[in-house]
């Protein structure tokens, strides 16, 4: 048997708490920009060096903030979206170029003596030092530090200095603000974005001081973008400054000479806004406000805050790790950009990619909700109630989609920026309708988790009515009175149009009697939505007539009716070089046959648990496991928790270690489009739920703790409502520790618990006695391996065909 | 209940022999071009007018020219075509302007005093005469006639007559060649055509005498297409002529000046050619060479050889009808048609609009094999051998995309002209692999009517291997053993992408024995396709163990796995203006569904009779008529021909009339852009497969003859072999009467007769006792009835919603 594919080696220095990178590899730097990316959520600064050349992919983004660009059709169809949104590189402030005796400090040119980045977790700081010496022989030292402000929204900084190594030299800082840059041209995948040339139209320009501001509207969307740059500038002598502007570029020159040994140092203050309604002033003003509120606070000031959040954030939400430095790493990573790309998105999206490239068009999937507000509803609420409240005030282009569609309620779009569906493909697009049962699910986590009633009233209650009506009207009782979903796609998009798919039948049932207990809560308040007694009667009682197919012969849950007779995908015959396979064969062939792209079936297991038992668990996941080739970054952390739920536990920590390091190690060789988001929620994911055993279908939350062989310890904490929970696992003992709050029940193993402060409550942890034997996933497609491990096999190192979404 | 839609009045007189138009309706123009389109299956003229404007859709079309345009997606995957085909307007040779006292005949101006035109079956000529008064208030009297020579392929010509009422007058005539006539725009609707602007890039001009030549290329497909005019102009006084050319004209004027009742004659002969390889002189030689011809015949030579033809081939296919003027009018427009598209196509495709108009891009589908070749095969089978053999030029571009598709044999595109699969939309294009079964039956029952062993063993062979092996590759066998096709699309558009169609699981069945009877006859050969008796064994195993879906509790067969336990589509909640249902309704919502676009369950019961009891027919037939709603034009005539089988003889009637007057009645409200072959052709097939009950699935013919009480006698006559054999049908008595060959064996109603010359054999024509219950249709589905029908409701005329595909 192969023994599958070779995780690469950490092109970073492993680093309990930060990312460092030495050298330069200008080959993967696009891959650098995306894990060094810095965000609140709001504003998306990719790691590109501070002199914008050499690039990867140069990229500045606002979250909401993108073009409209027609879908074109060979042959057209009613209700095919006509237009799609597609996220744009907004004006770039980031840009400092340099100048050491008229020659530019370009790392390509000259020698780079040394060169190091790195970010570290705890202070959400960029942090760069170079050493270069100039073709003419010049030597200097840079030294800079860039964060996005977690605390001022629109607010993001630079500290850069530069240090003559010999002297005297002549230093000219160019400060930028850049519109339209121009970009890399796509490499005809797909999977990456369209590329909008110069999307944004100069409406205003404005330079004087150590200050610029530049606005811009784009062509389509008409949306008014405004960018602002103020500096703070010391040298040792004296330093001339400039400022110019002209429609697309915004500029301020600090010019002096140092001797050797002398700094200049430049702080460069960014702020970002944009609208879709408010004025050019008004645009311009709130810019100019949080320059004036940037500056105010100072670049030490915005430091403190950063760290202080920070600090709060992982006292509080910490995943800890013992035995594996790599996999410690890797996990606080995906915290670390999880947090990026919620903490301030406000009633905007969360795309897949965060803000952290432009692959998928930086669209926003049910990844939001499917994975990566499961995280955020234990470290950070806020987040959740902001993306939620997001998908509440697309209702009116859901509600306008469903009525096109011939459905009741609302039907979210599979893919979009502001609201409106931007899928060009309706069998994976539209199809999944499983998105609105997503979203469900994620409502009843957060109101279950915080008891935010008010906003359950004003919020959740509607999104889970109209979902619950979508369902109602999309589903059917057949002539012996089961309710059928049918024509829908699940999450394995290898499958599309199939008829009852477990998964989305079982998300239906959660999300019609989820509305209709949401609706019995809040009686006024849906009867202000329509609803009456026979409604939500009907919600009921199509949720228990729910038909789940079952495969009697084989004794497991077919993915959809009619999968388990379908052929067998020819696995032995599919060379590694074909994968993913929607690159290499037509869905045709793919719909056809039992071959899985990502967990589907396996995923219904884990958030519908209660509707399986350990029996078929475990049957179900071995079947699977057989069919499932990962060609999407939406699996591995599923297969890890069901793994670890039937025992599995040395696979399951490899599928952990797989969604962990997606981007760390590039394993889906798109890395440089753009983290994968819920891949790295889903390492969180794999971990609390698949080694902690974290379920929480009911009120409390319960807990199956057991450890893979390759941890020693594996220790975090959640925030529920107003208690903070510690839960702290050895291969011996697992200990509860209430940090925050009144008592707090919960189970451990199916036994009820109470934990109070300051009275911690320690069990065994269980052990798996006779594991069984380790599932077989198809020839090649086992999960990726990594350098030290049992049996890694040298023959197959290449990474660029591990599975992505 | 509804009573219907209601078919409109016959714009055209009602005559047993023609189409006679009076008048002109600017708002129809384009619908008469297409009905007055002339063809000989090589050269196409739409029934435009002599002097070229106004127009509807000016129509020159070349069977096999075409343009490569790009096939755009919205999100592309693996395997779609990327390259369309569109059929172009090529050079047109049609225009004769003519100015009278320098006044343009122009019929929006001045005073249109009478307008005829008509068609007449057995002369195959567009006959024309007009009076018309000029703004300045001349009078003249126009006469022309316009033939496509059914017995010289390259040739077309116009006999135009142009007499003074009153005089003098000056008279020019302008004969013109134009290339890249400007198009008028689309109306959006995706049934049409794409416009292709100036397609055609020059080459050469010539003019000289009364001669004018032009040769173009297309600029993406490199077609070089030659088209050259000649002429006779004669005239009571001097006639002045003079030549010119331009890069996309060819002229030749005539001047001269008539006294009161003076005519001036102008013959012009048009020829054609084209090819992908050839050198611009050869093309052009062979144009000058084939107007020659032409001329040496003279335009009374070109009339007489038309009549000539026509007569031989009415005497042997005229389908006779008494007591139905305007279905006897229908049938014959539809015999004639559907000789046009075949007649002289010569490897080359038969379009799904033959060449009368540039709907569906001019492409072919299985319209071809599965309705047109069947009636083909016994009035012109010559047609049919060479339509096939096109189809054997195209079986690299047919394996090239088999091995694409990951698939064995050969598989043949959707929609094409050339060959390549130009279908932009997979699941109702590339998953309709019943294409290839259906090609299948058309050889083996194109072999079976001719005994052309030659054919088989060359052709015929190599197509039902390539088709056999490609089934044999998409199926599979389940766990016990039967065998399963899934993934697949019907001929039901409103279903896509199931498993087990009964239509094409049947049609495989077939075409896999077919393939290795055909094998076993000519091993030599099949041995030479690399088929042993292996591969054979393996075909007619599958083909033993196809498996047939079976509802056992509703007792009939679900159109697919699944089909019966889908929800039924709303349609008392259908208003007719949401009709045909895929523009008003997406994909998702007809696919789920149970909705039937078109026959397909029940087109297996007629092409696979064998395959199904009397009870099942019966059953069958009544469950899906209350789901199918005719939204495509390939479906009353199927609907026909079961609704005879069982007994509803006043349906099938209601289905026939429905069928053949698609077109002349414009029943699918796009006439205007073609006219639908299939349907013509299926209305042929509705009388002798429905009324006449002719099946031909086994060696020799089978009948079933029951007439409809409109109809007092139905008579067809059929080549078979060297036979040629007459039915003869009135209420009493059904008639075999061998006109052609030796004895013939054939069956009535099971009774096994035998044919001889000079004998007629007579035997009563069974009645159907107590005819059961006329089936039911969705509201307002009914089949469309005629004025003077009983039972017609006169609020709902409108024709434009009628099904059509």
Redesign the interface.
Known sequence: MSQGRLIPADPFDVDPWGVIEHGLDLSAQARSESVFALSNGHIGLRGNLDEGEPHGLPGTYLNGVFELRP???????????ES?QSVINITNGKIIRLLVDDEPFDLRYGELRSHQRSLDFREGMLRRSAEWTSPAGRTIRVESRRLVSLTQRAVAAVEYQVEAVDGPVRIVLQSELVANEQLPGGDGD?RAAAVLEAPLMAELRHADGTKAVLVHRTRYSGLRVAAGIDHLIEGPERVDITAESSEDQGRISATTVLEAGQKVRLVKFMAYGWSATRSLPAVRDQVEAALTAARYTGWEGLVAEQKEFLTGFWADSDIEIDGDVELQQAVRFALFHVLQAGARSEERAIPAKGLTGPGYDGHSFWDTEAFVLPVLTYCMPSAVNQALRWRHTTLPMARDRAA???LAGAVFPWRTIRGEEC?????????AFHIGADIARAVVRYVRSTNDLEFERTIGLELLVETARMWRSLG?H??VGRF?I???TGPDEYS??A?NNVFTNLMAQSNLRSAAECATRNQMEAAALGVDTEEAAAWRDAADKMYIPYDE?LGIHPQA??FT???LWDFENTPPEKYPL????????L???QVVKQADLVLAMQVRGDAFTDEQKARNFAYYERLTVRDSSLSACTQAVMAAEVGQLDLAYDYTAEAALMDLRDLGGNTRDGLHMASLAGACIALVAGFGGLRDHTDSLSFRPRLPSGLRRLSFSMGIREHLLRVDITHETTTYTLRRGGALPLSHEGEPLRVERGRPVSRPTPVVESPPERAVQPPGREPARRHGQAGVAQQNPTPDHLAAE
Chains 1, 2 share one sequence.
């Open positions: 879908l074109p059709y060979a042959e057209s169809g009613y209700g095919y979206p799609g797909p096109q569609l011939g899928s060009g493909y309706w069998p994976a697009g539209t199809a059917h057949d002539a059928r049918e024509g829908v599309a149009i008829d012969t009716d009619g007779d379908h052929q929607l690159l290499h064969y037509p869905y045709f062939d719909y056809r046959k």
